[in-house]
């Protein structure tokens, strides 16, 4: 008989035993792509209250920036604005940039009348309404000099002006008659020159108004009468000691008028 065959003696591996291979190397980097770094918002570049403020006066409240006094006038604000960390584009940032250029217009042999960030209407002879609205400005002989700048059109809550006893000098601003709230105008005793503007018409409320003892030149203006469209609650108007000519206006029948002095002209 032929010799049976051994059973092998190589080692059998069951199917558990056997290597696996992985279909994908887990060590291989990512071929997804990548995302470029984001930008924190806070790190985006934001525009300056300066520009800020320079459109909103423009755009909004429609001021034409021209003088070296208003563009000073911007740059405190702006700096105002950093320290304070806002800035509010209201009616009052409006305020604030016309009474910063009164101040620069108006310079004072007895030191400022405000200080950097304090509000206006604490300023020396300055009063405000309850809506935080300059309503008088009462600076009798503070030794003043310079101009009245045009930017005092823009105050019309404004109800009584007094810059009498200074040394003021130019022109009455055309836009003075625009602040239609005016009842009280004291600038005697001044320098001041040129003519009282035919726009004293839109003066409604004016009550009393005393230019005496300056060099205004040019005659009364014919627009000075109560005739259903002009003026008609003045009592008092004086122009003594200028240099006005020519002739009282025909009909002017100012009914409330109390005190009318031409004299020395």
Known sequence: NMPTGKPSNRPTM???????????????????????????????????????????LKN?????IESSNA????????????ANGELQLTPKVVQRYTMINMELALSSSVGN??????????????????????????????????????????????THLDLASNNLQGTLPEELYDVLSLRKVFLYQNRLSGTISDKIVNLWSLKDFNLSSNQL???IPSTLRSNGRGIYNIR?????DNQMTGTIPDGANLKQLQYFDLGRN
């Open 217 to 219: 030149s040019g005659p």
């Open 71 to 82: 563009n000073q006038a911007i740059t405190q604000i702006t700096e105002e604005a950093e």
């Open 236 to 240: 008092k108007f004086n122009v003594y």
């Open 113 to 158: 009348l405000g200080r950097f960030n304090q509000d206006e209407c604490s300023w020396t002879g300055i009063t405000c309404n309850g809506n935080g609205e300059v309503t008088d400005i009462r600076l009798l002989g503070k030794g003043l000099q310079g101009s009245i700048p045009s930017e005092v059109g823009l105050l019309q809550a404004l």
């Open 14 to 56: 069951t199917p558990s035993d056997r290597p696996t291979v992985s279909q994908s190397p887990t060590n291989l980097p990512s071929k997804s792509p990548t995302r470029s770094p984001t930008v924190s918002p806070s790190n985006l570049p934001t525009e300056s209250y300066e520009v800020k403020l320079r459109s909103y």
């Open 60 to 64: 909004d409240a429609g001021i034409r």
